[in-house]
């Protein structure tokens, strides 16, 4: 627990208000000018140099608008996170090649998750994307056992598709409210959305209608209006975190965990988290 010791000291005892720690990496982070950045630098250093707690000269930045930290670029002035390019490659080249693949050992399939969970580490809502990765290797017992690839599995190989950039978020949740934002669903009516003087209303088709057999649940309903409010007005919502008001408990759970055991509703929240 040193690493939580010196965090605190240089908060609560130097004044370095901006810093965290994963593990045995520190990250300060200050704002414009520059020297402002450097006397916390400094702080550190003499910290560390104090207590004699060792320093990687290779892995210690100067203060700058774009670093690396635990192998993920950060460019504070585009407000950007992104894998650094042979990251990138590498994923995009591995990817490549298993498009190709009907079938794999376990332990193949275990390694592409991590190295697809790495990614998601610039993608905040990564897990809703490697949900059914994860769920094949469910119940294969040795490393070497083989999986069978399905259709599923190749709808979460986007990666070649994405350039490997996230955006920072605002720090603050923006209530529906806020941007006058509503979506409702009755489940033998309809559905609707309003937002800010624009809206939509549709009635349910007969394929949408509650019906067991076709995954179709009051829960599905619920999310399907939020669905459509995400793709006619998502692109105004950009670095914003949104709070949708549902009164289905289920699909708030959903949304906060970015998960669920039906398909159905997977179809409808990989899309809305996207």
């Known amino acids: 627990m040193l690493s939580d010791a010196l965090e605190w000291i240089l908060i609560h005892k130097l004044g370095v208000s901006n810093v965290l720690h994963i593990l045995d990496d520190f990250f300060i982070a200050e704002p414009a000018p520059r020297p402002a950045c450097l006397t916390s630098l400094c702080k550190l250093l003499c910290l560390f140099t104090e207590l004699d707690v060792p320093i990687a000269p290779g892995k210690t930045y100067a203060p700058n608008q774009v670093l690396e930290f635990l192998g993920i670029s950060l460019d504070s002035v585009r407000m950007i996170a992104y894998l650094p390019p042979d990251k990138l490659g590498q994923a995009r080249s591995l990817l490549e090649n298993w498009q190709k693949r009907s079938s794999c050992k376990l332990k193949e399939l275990q390694s592409l998750i991590g190295v697809l969970q790495f990614a998601c580490r610039v993608i905040a809502p990564g897990r809703t994307f490697l949900r059914h990765m994860i769920a094949l290797t469910c119940g294969v017992k040795q490393p ?128 809305i988290v996207l």
């Open 144 to 271: 070497y056992h083989f999986v069978r690839l399905n259709s599923r599995f190749y709808k979460e190989l986007f990666l070649k598709h994405w350039n490997g950039i996230g955006l920072f978020l605002e720090s603050e949740q923006t209530p529906s409210p806020t941007v006058q934002l509503y979506t409702d669903a009755a489940g033998s009516i309809g559905f609707g959305g309003y937002l800010a003087g624009q809206w939509y209303q549709g009635l349910w088709l007969p394929e949408q209608n509650i019906n067991q057999k076709t995954g179709i649940s009051i829960a599905w309903q619920e999310l399907y209006p939020i669905y459509l409010a995400c793709c006619l007005w998502g692109s105004q919502w950009t670095s914003k975190r949104i709070v949708f008001f549902c009164d289905n408990e289920s699909i708030v759970q959903v949304l906060n965990q970015k998960t669920s055991k039906s398909q159905k509703i997977m179809d409808l929240l990989r899309p």
